[in-house]
Nanobody, 121 residues
Framework: QVQLVESGGGLVQPGGSLRLSCAAS????????MGWYRQAPGKQRELVAN???????NYTDSVKGRFTISRDNAKNTVYLQMNSLKPEDTAVYYC???????????????WGQGTLVTVSS
């Protein structure tokens, strides 16, 4: 069974930085796109950024220039470097993997359990 395990959330002051990591565990053949979504209290879950296996990236407008997504295909791991954090970035951040081919199963998508990022003074 393939799972996504996130780490790196926490409390940070406005203007600070955090780095989120998400590692896919299990017997994996390939993963198409990996990315990060977030859900703030009372709001819908939204895409923050994603990256394909070839390295193409996509960001939501509100994080462009502040967040950077990267990926290590050999480790099946995706990272989100978050700089110049704002209170409105406060949310639970979820890792997402699209079209995951395992050794015995294929998954259309897999979600991580979420990690809380709080930006507050």
């Amino acid at each position: 069974q393939v799972q996504l395990v996130e780490s790196g959330g926490g409390l940070v002051q406005p203007g600070g930085s955090l780095r989120l990591s998400c590692a896919a565990s299990g017997s994996i053949v390939s993963i198409n796109a990996m990315g990060w979504y977030r859900q703030a209290p009372g709001k819908q879950r939204e895409l923050v950024a994603n990256i394909t296996s070839s390295g193409s990236t996509n960001y939501t407008d509100s994080v462009k220039g502040r967040f950077t997504i990267s990926r290590d295909n050999a480790k099946n791991t995706v990272y989100l470097q978050m700089n110049s954090l704002k209170p409105e970035d406060t949310a639970v951040y979820y890792c997402h993997a699209d079209d995951v081919k395992g050794s015995t199963h294929r998954y259309l998508e897999i979600w991580g359990q979420g990690t809380l990022v709080t930006v507050s003074s």
